[in-house]
């Protein structure tokens, strides 16, 4: 016998499942479809107005704000002794940052009046870094700091590594000089937190060769401009690190002191600062990487030390002797480091070791200041002992190495490089360029604007219309959409990059600890050195200064993207095994849509740090913006231009820093 079953009937929509249902099918349009139909339009479009309104520019050809910024540079050099805001500020502010940085010079790396040498010469050098490195860390610290500033001189380049040291303290002093207080302030009171961070984020935003060129308007080239751009640089950290030391002291700690009837000021000498100390020798650590990186890029402006010696080498293209000075900025970069890490874990490592050699430490340090003090003596004292002995053949023998290798790279590996160049450029760059400067500039500002409503909402689309403008105002509308192809491409490369190492580091506690030395010395490394094994592979060209931003900028999304993918919760990782998927099905599937907001502020920083080197990319073949930046310190005529080029790439940045952001947040939402 068959039953019927009569099925249950469908309860009736009601009012409100209507909206809800239709609400669910509007969201089913999501942002990376209404992105793809904006490219589509454009693609379109490009194809039926290609080559109209691109306003382009020659690179000898000058606009009216280039040439009124010219004009306003001349006149400002004309009334620089008669105009009271230079007589009486700009001009003394120099004249105190110049005698600070003369003052270490002749202390370390230049002649000193009558003096043939230093007041203190190499060997007195060598003795204060060995004294000062075990004296805030340990022996291990100080061998280290006396064999790398030994081998400096081996390197046949010991006034230049003072020059870059002396300049590098002096930036640091003047940072810390105010970063601290600064940092101190933000950390107790929320409001000055909030008026900072704006201002911060400008600062760490701008590239740094953008601080060059206004600051030589005011201070002229030279030390006074080299140490006050690397401070702007410099400070930030110092003062975001040791504001986040002060807010993170326990509260339970600051209200017990309250209790027993501490002043405000008795609460941050004796409670806030000791308990912040370690966090924000850190941050001193992070200014002082900061200011060597910057100090190397300040050569541009007449800055003294090994960043000239580089620059020299790489325009004359003569690797060995880059390499050399770039190997002498990497050793001066891990001393400086280490020294100042074991400063910061020196307390803790001194809790951890026998108490019976805790007590001979302090003989041991006077009798170590005892030996220094004579060092400096001799060093003061006698010729031998002043001027580095030798003639610097390690140095030569290391040059005449990586003149061997670059040879040698360039009869066997030529094949292979050239190759990977050909396919990057003509398949992704040369495409991506035509595309964005062959359109008319309306078109591509329109795609801007559009793109930065859909990915960061209203505020990020306005800023995006205000930026637009502004580079159509600057005059190198064209030129800036190259190095904005430049800028995205290599951005896509890091991205790829990171994606791959930061999973595989997510996922494997022990690759993260055998790749991350290796990125942290990737970003101890000032940008420089990074071009001089890349231009002895490729050559000069854009493809160069591409690989060499990637390598700069790849190690934070990898460690972003790491971060993120360790952050998704286990559990919801043993639930997705114990359904069945497998390894790639995890991670595609379940770690990175989990990681979204961390993939799209490792696109952000990766997008800011690969800007940052659009400058040193026109040192060797990036063209565009960067030319022009550089153009504009080597050609009085071209110093507008070069100074709009400045604005233009800091319009760039602004751009896609508020748009990644806010698609960071929104994905975090």
């Known amino acids: 016998m068959t039953v019927a079953i009569e099925k249950p009937e469908k309860p009736e929509k009601t009012a409100t499942a209507e909206p809800a249902a239709a609400a669910r099918g509007t969201r089913k349009v999501g942002r990376p479809v209404m992105a793809g139909a904006i490219v589509v339009v454009w693609l379109v479009l490009f194809a039926v107005l290609r080559g109209k309104e691109t306003l382009s520019l020659a690179a000898a050809d000058l606009t009216d704000l280039h040439r009124w910024l010219n004009d306003l540079n001349d006149s400002i050099g004309a009334n620089r002794n008669s105009n009271p805001l230079f007589l009486y500020f700009f001009n003394e502010i120099r004249l105190v940052i110049d005698n600070l940085v003369t003052f270490v010079q002749h202390l370390i790396s230049q002649p000193s009046g ?47 590594s003072m020059d ?101 000021r008795q609460s941050l000498q004796k409670v806030l600062l000791p308990m912040s100390k370690r966090t924000v020798v850190m941050g001193v650590n992070q200014t002082i990487m900061a200011a060597l990186a910057m100090v190397t890029i300040a050569a541009l402006i007449n800055a003294p030390g090994l960043g000239p010696v580089v620059i020299q080498a790489l325009q004359s293209l003569d690797v060995g002797t880059a390499f050399n000075a770039g190997l002498a900025i990497v050793v001066m970069a891990i001393v400086l480091d280490r020294v100042t890490t074991a400063a910061a874990a020196r307390e803790e490592n001194a809790r951890n070791t026998e108490h019976s050699f805790a007590k001979w430490r302090r003989p ?13 003596y001799l060093s003061h004292t006698y010729v031998w002992a002043a001027d580095f002995p030798g003639d610097g053949t390690v140095g030569s023998h290391i040059a005449s ?185 995890i991670i595609t599937k379940v770690q990175l849509p989990m990681s979204r907001s961390a993939l799209t502020l490792a696109t952000n920083q990766g997008l800011i740090y690969v800007l940052s080197m659009v400058v040193v990319g026109g ?21 507008g231009k070069g100074l709009a080029a400045g604005l233009a790439i800091v319009l760039l940045g602004v751009m896609f820093d508020r748009i990644t952001q806010a698609a960071a947040r929104r994905a975090s939402a």
Not at 364 to 376: E, K, Q, S, T
């Open 114 to 160: 009558a003096r043939p040498v230093p007041q203190i010469g190499w060997l007195g050098v060598v003795g204060l870094a060995g004294y000062v490195s075990w004296a805030v860390g340990n022996w291990r610290v100080a061998l280290l700091a006396v064999a790398g500033f030994t081998f400096m001189g081996l390197q046949g380049l010991w006034q230049p």
């Open 164 to 264: 870059t040291l002396a300049l590098t303290l002096s930036a640091v002093f003047v940072a810390l000089l105010f970063a601290i207080p600064l940092g101190v302030w933000a950390g107790l009171s929320d409001r000055f937190n909030r008026i900072m961070t704006p201002f911060l984020d400008f600062m760490q935003t701008m590239p740094t060769f953008v601080y060059l060129a206004p600051l030589t308007l005011f201070f002229l080239i030279g030390g006074a401009s080299a140490t006050i751009a690397t401070v702007i640089y410099a400070a930030p950290p110092a003062i975001r690190i040791t504001a986040h030391a002060i807010r993170n002291v326990p509260a339970t700690t600051v209200e017990a002191a309250d209790s027993l009837g501490a002043t405000r």
């Open 364 to 376: 041991l340090l006077g009798a170590g200041a005892a030996v220094a003090v004579v060092l400096v």
């Open 401 to 585: 190495a990586a003149d061997t290798a670059t040879n040698w790279a360039q009869d066997h590996l030529s094949g292979l490089t050239n190759a990977i160049r050909d396919v990057i450029t003509n398949g992704l760059l040369n495409p991506f360029q035509t595309l964005l400067t062959d359109s008319p500039w309306w078109l591509v500002g329109a795609v801007l604007v559009a793109l930065g409503v859909v990915l960061g909402g209203w505020k990020a689309g306005i800023t995006t219309a205000v930026c637009v403008g502004l580079l159509v105002g600057t005059g190198l509308w064209s030129d800036a959409m190259t190095t904005l192809a430049s800028t995205l491409v290599a951005t896509v490369l890091v991205m790829v990059l990171g994606i791959v190492f930061g999973v595989w580091m997510g996922r494997s506690v022990m690759v993260d600890r055998l790749i991350r030395p290796s990125l942290d010395a990737a970003q101890v490394m000032p940008p420089f050195v990074y071009l001089v094994p890349f231009l002895a592979l490729f050559g000069a060209s854009r493809f160069t200064a591409i690989v060499a931003a990637v390598v700069y900028g790849a190690p934070v999304a990898m460690k972003i993207i790491a971060d993120g993918i360790r952050a998704v919760p286990e559990t919801t990782v043993e639930a997705a095994t114990s359904a069945g998927c497998n390894t790639w099905q």
């Open 619 to 639: 040192l060797v073949g990036a063209g565009a913006l960067g030319y022009d930046v550089v153009a504009g310190f080597s050609q009085g005529e071209l110093y």
